[in-house]
């Protein structure tokens, strides 16, 4: 594996590891925060950090291939994916959320395939089903009782179906920008969707308790800025299906973050579902193996024409 291989691989884990620990955040400040609110605020910090990073390496704008994707990746991903999924964690628990909202990668997948040419390898779709599965088995475990809102599973496969869609956006718009450049002008559009929840989110801070802000902060520095200039930078060196597979890891590292913050200690069926998940996902990220080259029959010398032969006589007359 190259330098720019292991540098991606480490961007798409870092991504992965933020992004479960946005379930779990989500979960606290929306007890203070409503669902745009807090989509709001998370996109207002993490646009801040995102344009000083600009700022500070002297990224100017992407160049006007790359707005297309930026415009729908940030309206459908940033956008409208961190309203419903804020309103759906509000209805159903972190675990079952990662679990629908997991769907989004085989939407990914599929879409990426038709759209962008990229095809799906039987290695991919392979390891998606066993990932999927995986993810199934740690959603269920989760799910308790199964008294889990219908509204909010519906919410929850909104956010999928729109962060499969923002990714496919994204991938084309990575041609002609950096990722950082991608990212932060996907987030300042985000936020620019989401500006009519400004006057409910100032309504809000004024009564939340710090706690709660301080998550929104987290929310956008961390699972925002960060892991989505990561995701982008990861994005920009694999297919948008191996990136989507990636993130059916997601739901296990949930489980063990809910363990460790939340003090839910998971089930045998629960860590046995985050097992097979993460095998699912080296199995989609693997490259299947090249035949070995079969040496050709050893075949005598035939020159192609006459004049090849080397003469080493006198010339006829």
């Known amino acids: 594996m190259t330098s720019t291989q292991l540098k991606a691989v480490g961007a798409a884990g ?32 993490g646009t801040l950090v995102l344009g000083v990073l600009c700022l500070v390496r002297r990224e100017g704008l992407p160049h006007r291939g790359a707005w297309p994707g930026i415009a729908v990746s940030g309206v459908l991903w940033f956008g409208l994916y961190m309203v419903v999924l804020n309103w759906g964690e509000q209805k159903v628990d972190a675990g079952t959320a990662a679990l ?21 390898p039987r290695r991919l779709l392979a390891g998606m089903a066993v990932s999927f599965a995986g993810a199934a088995m740690v959603g269920l475990s989760m799910a308790g009782d199964g008294t889990a809102s ?25 041609r002609h920008g950096s ?19 400004g006057g409910v989110l100032v309504s809000e801070a004024g009564r939340a308790p710090l706690s709660a802000t301080l998550d929104v902060v987290c929310l956008g520095v961390f699972p925002t800025a960060l892991a989505f200039v990561t995701w982008a930078y990861a994005l920009a060196r694999t297919t948008a299906g191996r990136m ?27 860590l046995l579902g985050g097992a097979v998940c993460l095998a699912g996902v080296a199995m989609a990220r693997g490259r299947a193996r090249k035949p070995a080259p079969t040496a050709s029959p050893a075949t005598p010398h035939c020159p192609a024409t006459p004049g090849a032969v080397r003469r080493t006589g006198p010339r006829p007359r």
Not at 19 to 39: D, E, H, K, M, N
Not at 103 to 118: D, K, M, R, S
């Open 14 to 45: 870092t991504t992965v590891l933020l992004w479960a620990s946005a379930f779990v955040t989500i979960r606290s400040a929306g007890a203070a925060y409503s669902p745009g609110a807090l989509a709001l605020g998370r996109l207002l910090v």
């Open 100 to 120: 629908v909202v997991n769907v989004g990668p085989l939407v990914t997948a599929l879409l990426a395939g038709w759209l962008l040419g990229e095809g799906l």
């Open 150 to 174: 219908v509204v909010g599973v519906l919410l929850c496969l909104l956010a999928a179906v729109s962060y499969a869609g923002g990714v496919v956006a994204q991938k084309p718009a990575l």
């Open 179 to 197: 990722a950082l450049q991608v990212t932060t002008f996907g987030c300042a559009t985000g936020a620019a969707a989401c500006l009519p929840f």
């Open 244 to 270: 989507g597979a990636t993130t059916y890891a997601v739901p296990a590292l949930v489980v063990l973050m809910s363990w460790l913050f939340l003090d839910e200690v998971p089930g045998a069926v629960t």
